[in-house]
Every structure is written in structure tokens, then in C-alpha cells.
């Protein structure tokens, strides 16, 4: 059974092999009797002298294939050898090639790169060279021009070897006695003529069979005319509208990006060693190309001393040598020049090695967010600031007190405002409704952690709904918290919309392996829930990323990036921050905490609303809340 369903898949594969052949044979008579109606109409518009400038490059890019059979060997060895040369820079166009190899035509040029370009040994494109139609090498197959280039030098030497043959016969003796001797041959060398005719018809059937499977392998017109409007569908897909070119230039940094780049390197030596590792290999390659440069100079050198047969040929390979000489000191001043620019200007560290520091045993997996630095045996890093970078901070923004007006003209937005208190017990009602929420709660994860948590129950009392109508809250979790944190959204009114991951670095901005939280495995990124409420407004869709990557600081200190990327999805509005601390104070935002230094406020409105609901300003235990809220009944 397995024999006949072998012989069918044969059988099957040979017939549409067929079908194949005879498709392209129709495609291909209709391309040749195009060409030739075409050539006919040349013919009679060749009365002017200008008449080739005439020609469209359509038509003269359906020449390529008229050229097919007057392609000459050498030539196209010519070319593999230009195409395999490593001196070679590309992009390089056909017309280039032809300035290289004397004797040649841009249509021959043209159709043995495409020749080449359907054996997979170079990738090009269709480019208008001026008048005419050419072709530019992208990129370049070695391996394959190899093979390609063994195969004409063979075939080169099989014409050869039959010219040589046909000059003999010709030349060969009338005298009879010698004719009776060339018929008298021994049988031997007549097997070995015939075993050598029939090696020829099997080469030339394997070139036949070649052209062939590249006919095959060529694409046809709908299937160009279908690849380029994909392309262009994709372009118009990628392209920015006006409307978000519009955006990104409103939130672009006025006067460029005010953060230094840290070296990949790590350390200043490591990117010494890196930079020497590639001068030496740049110089190396020049070096070969150089070289390259003199062997091809002195081989045209002797090709024009062969064709004008002067006696002042033989001054020619000195002059060339001269020439080279003096492109190598330039060369060379252009790398000394190219090394005095090449300094690194990122941002390099610096390893802390203390008395009690072996190097031998690496890298601190905490680095600089490790607790017993102190008596840590493992290897520590700072910052290596260099001599010339402006250390001068910029004003903090945090402390001026001048009012700005917001896009939106009934929101007014103020300094950075905040209420030490206790969530649990915290009237909301109080502070007003907000565009955006972000919360960072401290979940129970069933870990020890360096601060009190609060328990499920807790979570979901929290007075949250009544902070919004309509607008989106950013709530962070880990663990456990992340299917606790998608039922507060559910039971504060929220649509989960969508979610964003920091996705943690150390010190030396690699990704972090050796967390502190995680069960089952070391985590290295948090998320950040976003949810919505009701329908807001003025939001900035499609403008950031989901994804932060960011260093890790001190515990539960999450990347500052987070705010530019809210404020960009809701410039000018009302924010507040639940469960902040000092470091996460922000301008236009309220943050409300336990860890936080008493009470700021800026906000008449919110001052006077404060004042009523909570008289000495206590909020931070249910008693008071229990009294002020006595108080509120009483008024």
C-alpha cells in the first residue's frame, strides 16, 4: 500500500510540475511576441540620432529578457568577481558594475543580476537610473556567488576547451598520410571523446533544467502587482495621522531630553576595551581593502599598458602605489580624528571596593537596593560622573506655588497638595470628584513585608466610588492581589480596560532575576491594573506604551514614568494618588497616606470643605472620624 500511494504523490507531483511549465510557457510567448512588436517599433524610430534616449524604461526593462541569449560568460563572470570582491559597498547600482567591467552593456548588466537575484545569491530592486531602467544591489549572498562563480569558470573552461578543438581541426594537415594516421586512433581515445560528448548534453540538459526551475521560481505580474499594494496598504497603516503628530508634538520635552544615556558597557574600562576591540577591527578591514584597492589598480594598470603598448606604461604601478600611499594617510588621519570624537559620553559606573570586598566572589544580585551593604562581601556600583556634564540640578518644580491654567478652563491646577490620614477611616466625600485615581494599597500577599498591610475586607470597604463619576483609576498589584484587585474594580463600579507591567532593572539597568516577592518564582515586573468608570473625556488615546521598564528603587517605590504617562492621557485635570508617601507628592495631585508630614492644602474649596468635616485636622483614627462625623450631624 505504501509503494502505490508513493507511486500517486508522484504521479500527482509530476502532473502539476507540468501544468506549471505549460503556464509559464504561454506567459513567456506572450512576453516574446510583446518584445518583439516593441523592437519592430524601435526600428523604425531609430531615424533620429537621440531615438534611444526616447525608449521608456518599460520598454527597455523587457529587453533584459531579449538579452538572454546574447549574454556573454565573461561578462558574467566579470560580474560575480565585482559582486564577490570585499571592497564592495552596498547599496551599488548596475550602471556602477558597468563602469567596472570594460566591454559591457547596462542591459547584459542588468539581466545577469536578475539572473543571479532568482538563484538566491543577491537580493535587488528596480530603480530608474536616469532615462533608463537599471537595477541596485541591496545585499549579497557570498556563499552562493561562490557556487555560482565555480559553475561559469566551468562552463568558461568547457568553451574553451572546445574552441581550442575547432582551431585544431581547422588548422589540422591536408597531407593523406596523415589523415590515414588520425583515422587509425586507437578505440580508447574515441570512447574517451564520446564519454566527453555525452558529460556536455548532460550539462547543458542540467543549464536547461536550471532555467527552468528559475522560470518557476519567478514571480508573476499579479503577484508583483499584489506584494507592492500590501506594501503600501502597510505604509498608510504605520503612518501617523495629523491629529496624533499634533499630540506627540504637544507633549514632546521643550529644549530635548533632559536623562543621560547609561553605557552598555557598564564600566569605563569595559567601554575602553570595546572601543579598542573595534578600531582594531575597523583598522583591520581597511587595511584588506586597501590591499583589494592595489591588486585591482595594478591589474588595470596592466590591461591599459597591454592596449596602448607605450613605453611609459611601466610608471603607472608607482603612480598607483603613490595614490594608495596618500588615501592611507588620509585614512589614517580620518581615524585619529574618528578616535577623538569616538569618546563615550553615557553615563558610566564605578565598582565600590571596601575593605571587606572580594571581587573574586562578582556582582551583588541587590547591588545598590541591598540591605547589609555594609558587611557585603559582593561587589558594589556608583554612578562615575564625568568632568565635563553639568551636575547643577533643575529647579524643583514641586515647590513653586504659581497657579497655571489647565487645558480645560473650569479646572484650576495647583501645587502638590497632601493629608496624612488613615483610608480606612478617611471621608471622601470631602476632597471632591477626580479625572484620575491611582492607588498603591498595601495587599495582604501573605509575605513579610517592611510596612503594615490591610486585609481583603478592608480593601473593598474603602470609600473609592466616591471619588469619580466618570474617569479611569490605576491600581497596582502583585501576587495574589491581581484577582483581588480585579473584584475592588468590579465592586467600586470599574471596567478593567486595560493593564500596565514595570518590568523591574537593578542598578546597572539589567532586568532584575533575584526578587524578593513571588512564591514560586523570583518576580521581576509589576502590574498595573486601569480601569474606568462612566464615559470621560479629553483622553489621549494611543499615545503611550503599556510597558515601563524602569530601575528598582526602595521597597514599593514605583517608576516615576507612571505620572508622565497619565498626565499625557489626561493633561490638565484633577488627580489623586491613595496610599502615597513623600516621594510620590506631585504637582496637581492629592496624595492621601499615613507616612505622609501632616497636612497641605492649596485648594480654598477643598480647605474650607476640610476644615468643616474635620475641625483639628485629626483623620487619622476612627474615633476622630467617628467624632467629626458626630460634628457634621449636629451643624
Known amino acids: 500500500m505504501a509503494d502505490e500511494w508513493d507511486i500517486k504523490s508522484l504521479k500527482t507531483k509530476r502532473n502539476n510540475l507540468r501544468e506549471k511549465l505549460e503556464k509559464r510557457k504561454k506567459e513567456r510567448i506572450e512576453i516574446l511576441s510583446d518584445i518583439q512588436e516593441d523592437q519592430a517599433n524601435l526600428k523604425k524610430e531609430l531615424g533620429t540620432p537621440h531615438s534611444r534616449q526616447q525608449v521608456e524604461p518599460p520598454f527597455a526593462y523587457l529587453n533584459l529578457f531579449f538579452f538572454a541569449v546574447e549574454a556573454d560568460l565573461q561578462v558574467q563572470k566579470e560580474v560575480l568577481l565585482a ?278 566572589l562578582g556582582d551583588c544580585s541587590f547591588l545598590n537596593t541591598c540591605f547589609h551593604m555594609a558587611t557585603c562581601k559582593y561587589v558594589h556600583y556608583e554612578v562615575d560622573t564625568l568632568p565635563h556634564i553639568n551636575t547643577n540640578k533643575p529647579t524643583d518644580v514641586k515647590t513653586k506655588l504659581s497657579l497655571k491654567r489647565s487645558v480645560d478652563p473650569s479646572c484650576t491646577l495647583y501645587p502638590p497638595q497632601w493629608i496624612q490620614c488613615d483610608l480606612r477611616f478617611l471621608d471622601m466625600t470631602v476632597l471632591g470628584k477626580f479625572a484620575v485615581v491611582m492607588a498603591d494599597p498595601p495587599w495582604d500577599i501573605h509575605m513579610e513585608l517592611p510596612y503594615g498591610t490591610m486585609s481583603d475586607d478592608e480593601m473593598r470597604a474603602l470609600g473609592v466610588p466616591a471619588l469619580q463619576d466618570d474617569g479611569l483609576i490605576f491600581l497596582w498589584v502583585t501576587g495574589r492581589a491581581m484577582e483581588l484587585g480585579r473584584d475592588c474594580l468590579k465592586l467600586w463600579g470599574y471596567e478593567r480596560v486595560d493593564e500596565l507591567i514595570w518590568v523591574k532593572t537593578n542598578q546597572l539597568q539589567r532586568i532584575i532575576r533575584t526578587g524578593r516577592t513571588g512564591h514560586w518564582l523570583n518576580h521581576g515586573k509589576e502590574h498595573c491594573l486601569v480601569g474606568m468608570k462612566g464615559n470621560p473625556t479629553n483622553l489621549n488615546r494611543g499615545l503611550d506604551c503599556d510597558v515601563i521598564v524602569a530601575e528598582v528603587r526602595a521597597t514599593s517605590h514605583k517608576p516615576d514614568e507612571i505620572y508622565g504617562i497619565i498626565e499625557r492621557l489626561s493633561p490638565g485635570t484633577r488627580k489623586i494618588e491613595l496610599f502615597g508617601r513623600p516621594h510620590n507628592i506631585q504637582p496637581n495631585w492629592i496624595t492621601l497616606g499615613n507616612q505622609l508630614d501632616g497636612i497641605r492644602l492649596v485648594d480654598p474649596e477643598l480647605i474650607t470643605q476640610f476644615q468643616k468635616r474635620y475641625p483639628d485636622g485629626n483623620c487619622m483614627s476612627p474615633a476622630a472620624a467617628s467624632a467629626a462625623a458626630l460634628n457634621g450631624i449636629q451643624k
Open 83 to 360: 559582486l564577490s570582491s570585499t571592497s564592495l559597498a552596498l547599496p551599488i547600482v548596475s550602471t556602477q558594475v558597468v563602469e567596472k567591467i570594460p566591454g559591457s552593456s547596462l542591459e547584459m548588466v542588468n539581466f545577469i543580476l536578475g539572473k543571479i537575484a532568482h538563484q538566491g545569491a543577491i537580493v535587488i530592486r528596480k530603480v530608474t537610473i536616469g532615462t533608463e531602467t537599471g537595477c541596485e544591489i541591496i545585499s549579497v549572498q557570498p556563499k552562493e556567488l561562490k557556487e555560482i562563480l565555480d559553475d561559469t569558470n566551468d562552463t568558461c573552461q568547457q568553451r574553451e576547451e572546445e574552441a581550442k578543438r575547432k582551431n585544431e581541426k581547422e588548422t589540422a594537415p591536408t597531407d593523406p598520410d596523415v589523415i590515414e594516421i588520425e583515422d587509425d586512433e586507437e578505440p580508447e581515445e574515441k570512447t574517451m571523446k564520446l564519454d566527453s560528448g555525452s558529460t556536455r548534453k548532460e550539462s547543458t540538459s542540467l543549464d536547461a533544467s536550471d532555467d527552468i526551475m528559475m522560470l518557476l521560481s519567478m514571480p508573476s505580474t499579479r503577484e508583483k502587482q499584489s506584494k507592492q499594494v500590501g506594501e503600501e496598504i502597510l505604509e498608510l497603516l504605520t503612518k501617523p495621522t495629523a491629529k496624533e503628530r499634533s499630540v506627540a508634538e504637544k507633549f514632546k520635552s521643550h529644549g530635548g531630553a533632559q536623562v543621560m544615556e547609561f553605557c552598555s558597557h557598564g564600566t569605563k574600562v569595559e567601554c575602553l576595551k570595546a572601543q579598542q576591540a573595534t578600531a582594531e577591527m575597523a583598522e583591520k578591514k581597511k587595511q584588506e581593502r586597501n590591499e583589494d584597492k592595489d591588486v585591482e589598480a595594478i591589474a588595470a594598470s596592466k590591461t591599459k599598458t597591454g592596449d596602448s603598448a607605450t613605453e611609459d606604461g611601466e610608471i603607472i604601478p608607482e603612480v598607483m602605489n603613490c595614490e594608495s600611499e596618500s588615501q592611507e594617510s588620509t585614512d589614517g588621519s580620518d581615524s585619529s580624528r574618528c578616535e577623538t570624537k569616538d569618546k563615550c559620553t553615557k553615563l558610566h559606573f564605578k565598582k565600590i571596593i571596601q575593605a571587606h570586598t572580594d571581587e573574586s
